[in-house]
């Protein structure tokens, strides 16, 4: 299985005029999302945002857990903030990735659209089985990726979809605890 890495992007994100924006961090998003990673065997969630007192405050949020009393109150809460990396762009992360790991990872892009030309959840889990990797599965903010982003990606991830109507408007962290179960949950 390839070494599986995840990114939330605050920037470039789509605003909902699609304009390019930077969103603010959402302290349960930095929660909610390494709990997951932790859970499903990612290797580093990275939260990428240019603003430094964003990164300072979710530097403040995983202090808190890793070392201060969080720690000694609840471990295995530790356990899943121990995965956060901040950096200020996704240039970054990927610099760090290879530095860790000897390669530039693959992009993997993901989305609530329907679009022509996404990969499915068992053809995207078999690729993580196969390759080398490691891989970078990339989440929005706001209004989504952008497409500069999206184009860079290697691949882009079918939309996780509903049940009939065509309401899909899932959090963040909802859409990173299903989309990480269809790529490495057991089977
Ligand atoms: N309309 C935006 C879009 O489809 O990207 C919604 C953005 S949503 C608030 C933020 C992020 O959650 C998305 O960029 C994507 O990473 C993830 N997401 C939300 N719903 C999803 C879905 N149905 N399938 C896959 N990813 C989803």
């Known amino acids: 299985m390839s070494d599986l890495y995840v990114a939330l992007i605050h920037h470039p994100v789509y605003d909902k005029n699609r304009h390019i924006v930077t969103t603010s961090l959402t302290n349960i998003d930095v929660h909610d999302i390494a709990r997951s990673c932790r859970t499903f ?3 580093g969630f990275y939260v990428v945002t240019p ?4 990164r300072g405050l979710a530097r403040k949020i995983t202090r808190h857990w890793q070392d201060g009393v969080g720690s000694q109150y609840n471990p295995n809460r530790k356990q899943a903030l121990d995965l ?4 200020r762009t996704l240039e970054g992360v990927e610099i760090d ?6 390669r530039l990872p693959t992009l993997i892009s993901t989305s609530a ?10 053809a995207m889990r078999d690729e993580l089985g196969r390759r080398a990797g490691p891989h970078l ?4 903010t706001g209004w989504g990726l952008t497409d500069e982003i999206v184009e860079r ?5 079918a939309p996780i979809e509903g049940s009939g109507d065509d309401y899909n408007h899932l959090s963040v962290r909802a859409a990173a605890g299903i989309l990480l179960d269809r790529l490495h949950g057991k089977r």
Do not use: Q, Y
């Not at 990735?97 to 000897?102: A, D, K, L, N, Y």
């Open 84 to 87: 956060v990396r901040l950096e």
């Open 97 to 102: 990735i290879e530095v860790e790991t000897g």
């Open 51 to 54: 603003v430094d007192a964003l």
């Open 153 to 157: 990606a290697a691949f882009r991830l």
């Open 113 to 122: 659209k329907l679009s022509p030309d996404t990969t499915a959840f068992d």
């Open 137 to 140: 599965l990339l989440l929005g």
């Open 41 to 43: 065997g990612v290797r």
